[in-house]
């Protein structure tokens, strides 16, 4: 079993940064493609980024392209958000979320994550 913990989040003016991280714990972190999903109120969960095993290749939805940066640390069982140039429509709960395969068509996809954090709440005042 995996389990996910999510940390960083808070409240942060337009223009602003956050750096987001997730704790991984259980089986080994190598194991797990990595991503980042958010849920703002009154909206459905969507993808936000994804990493791979070794952290080669990324993939991100294109709202946050150019503006966040998905990394990992596999040593110390760690993946990570660095989201800069926020605005107000990335208020919402950002959740880490660990799939077994990577494949790109199915990357945005919530139901092909095995594991999920509880998530950790981000605010972008105007």
């Known amino acids: 079993q995996v389990q996910l913990v999510e940390s960083g989040g808070g409240l942060v003016q337009a223009g602003g940064s956050l750096r987001l991280a997730c704790a991984v714990s259980?089986?080994?972190?190598?194991?797990?493609?990595m991503g980042w999903f958010r849920q703002a109120p009154g909206k459905e969960r969507e993808f936000v980024a994804a990493?791979?095993?070794?952290?080669?290749?990324?993939y991100y939805a294109d709202s946050v392209k150019g503006r966040f940066t998905i990394s990992r640390d596999n040593a110390k069982r760690a993946v990570y958000l660095q989201m800069n140039s926020l605005k107000p429509e990335d208020t919402a709960v950002y959740f880490c979320?660990?799939?077994?395969?990577?494949?790109?068509?199915?990357?945005?996809?919530?139901?092909?994550?095995?594991?999920w954090g509880q998530g950790t709440q981000v605010t972008v005042s105007s």
């Open positions: 259980g089986r080994t972190l190598p194991a797990y493609v």
């Open positions: 979320a660990a799939r077994s395969t990577w494949y790109i068509p199915t990357l945005t996809s919530m139901k092909e994550y095995d594991h």
């Open positions: 990493i791979t095993y070794g952290g080669g290749s990324t």
